[in-house]
């Protein structure tokens, strides 16, 4: 069974600038999640979409955004980047099994904003 | 504000004794917890889960006891192996959040040395 994947693996952006960035969740997963990761910060949940709506979303400003699509992948959109924007940018997905709760991660996306 | 803690960044251990991470959190409706296992340039792998119903479970080498009273948790790995060096991120989960949004520790970089 295919892990999580994200794309792009690393991207360097300048200040201004606008990205996306691709998430394909598990086969059957419905739930996908987006993370920020950033050193001393853990990580900070962006927001969870299931069945292409948003069910939940943290706290960070409008300028980041997602979207799901009806095959369950998963897109998020950072515009008019910041310095700060620079992180590991996670996405997770999950199914319902037994009650469990655990997501399962890709790989990352690492953004570096110049 | 941080509802979920790891006070200690790293921890040194040597291979074959036991590894002991700790983790407190705030919020009294959190009701699930997770270990999770980060290896760098990759993304947090699931280890270990505890409902709130439980103070105990074991899987293997690794043990995660739950301390409600005290909004504490603790990961025991024994015996530690050189594998184990990882960075180890405590998670939480309560159904009044949305039961697939983890709210994250700032992770313990956990060394084991031959």
């Known amino acids: 069974k295919a892990g999580v994947t994200q794309t792009p693996r690393y991207l360097i952006k300048t200040r201004g600038q606008q990205v996306t960035l691709s998430c394909s969740p598990i086969?059957?997963?419905?739930?996908v999640s987006w993370y920020q990761q950033t050193p001393g910060q853990g990580l900070q949940f962006l927001f969870e979409y299931f069945s292409e709506t948003q069910r939940n979303k943290g706290n960070f400003p409008g300028r980041f955004s997602g979207r799901q699509f009806s095959n369950s992948r998963s897109e998020m959109n950072v515009s008019t980047l910041e310095l700060g924007d620079s992180a590991l940018y996670l996405c997770a997905s999950s199914g319902r099994t037994s009650g469990r709760r655990e997501l399962f991660f890709g790989e990352g996306s690492r953004l570096t904003v110049l | 504000d941080q509802q979920v803690k790891q006070n200690s960044p790293s921890l040194s251990v040597q291979e074959g004794r036991i590894s002991i991470l700790n983790c407190d959190y705030t919020?009294?409706?959190?009701?699930?917890f997770l270990w999770y296992k980060k290896y760098p340039a990759e993304g947090p792998t699931f280890l270990i889960s505890?409902?709130?119903?439980?103070d105990k479970n074991e899987d293997g080498r690794f043990t995660v006891f739950l301390n409600k009273s005290a909004k504490h948790l603790s990961l025991h790995i024994v015996p530690s192996q050189p594998g184990d060096s990882a960075v180890y991120f405590c998670a939480a989960s309560g159904l009044n959040q949305g039961a697939q949004k983890l709210v994250f520790g700032q992770g313990t970089r956990l060394t084991i040395n031959p």
């Open positions: 505890i409902s709130s119903i439980k």
């Open positions: 919020n009294s409706m959190f009701d699930y």
């Open positions: 086969s059957g997963h419905r739930s």
